[in-house]
């Protein structure tokens, strides 16, 4: 039995869910998996850990800060320990060149080339945002065409059959 850790950051929460999934799916295997909001779990890969899965959203072209700083902090780790990034964006839903552009510039910005990446769908989550965040989202959705643009509801385009199967791929190269 091994221990994993899931550190993740998130900003509308759709990352969360996949981390917490991603934890479900590790433990249905046997396997401990430890989810952590790095914003509230700080910044350390906790001692113990046999292997590590970080996530991010995108937003604006680029994945949170305090992600990228929490690599940057551990890379080392994220280098020795088997290690995998799952990247959520909506690019991810019918636009993978950009949505691996992302990936290249964390890559870049971070100095860590995982040797496992996922390519997630976000949501959008048009009730939950402000005034202006659900305009602005309903203009690049309606610009990109693949999204939805009906604001009186939200809309979710996480594959959850894909995000087992990458837990289920990581856990087979353990
Ligand atoms: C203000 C804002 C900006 C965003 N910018 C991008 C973007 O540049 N590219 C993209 O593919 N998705 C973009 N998204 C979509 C998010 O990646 C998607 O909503 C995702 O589910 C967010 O994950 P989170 O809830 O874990 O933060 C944006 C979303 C918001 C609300």
């Given at each position: 039995?091994?221990?994993?850790y899931?550190?993740y ?6 990352t969360?869910r996949?981390?917490e999934?991603i934890?479900d799916?590790i433990?249905a295997?046997?396997?401990q998996?430890?989810?952590?909001d790095?914003?509230?779990a700080?910044?350390?890969i906790?001692p113990?850990?046999d292997a590590?899965?970080?996530g ?5 072209g680029t994945?949170?800060?305090?992600v990228?700083?929490f690599?940057r902090k ?17 690019a991810?839903?019918g636009?993978?060149e950009n949505a691996?552009s ?8 971070t100095?860590?080339?995982?040797a496992h990446?996922a390519?997630f769908g ?9 005034f202006?965040k659900?305009?602005i ?6 610009d ?8 009186s509801?939200d ?7 894909g ?6 791929d990581?856990?087979a190269?353990?």
């Open positions: 039995m091994g221990s994993i899931i550190p950051g998130t900003t509308e929460g759709q969360a996949i981390a999934f934890g799916v433990q295997h046997g396997h998996a430890r989810v952590a790095i914003k509230q700080g910044d350390s906790p113990g850990c590590v899965l970080v991010a959203s995108v937003h604006m994945h949170e800060e305090y990228q700083d690599v551990n890379r080392e780790t994220l280098e020795r320990l088997p290690s995998a990034l799952f990247s959520v964006s909506l991810a839903h636009d993978a691996e992302y990936v290249r510039e964390f890559e870049e910005q100095g860590w080339r995982p990446v390519l976000g949501a959008l989550l048009y009730t939950h945002y402000g202006i659900r305009l989202m309903k203009k690049i959705a309606g990109k065409g693949s999204l939805d643009t009906d604001t509801r809309y979710v385009y996480t594959e959850w059959d995000v087992k199967r990458f837990a289920e990581f856990l190269t353990l």
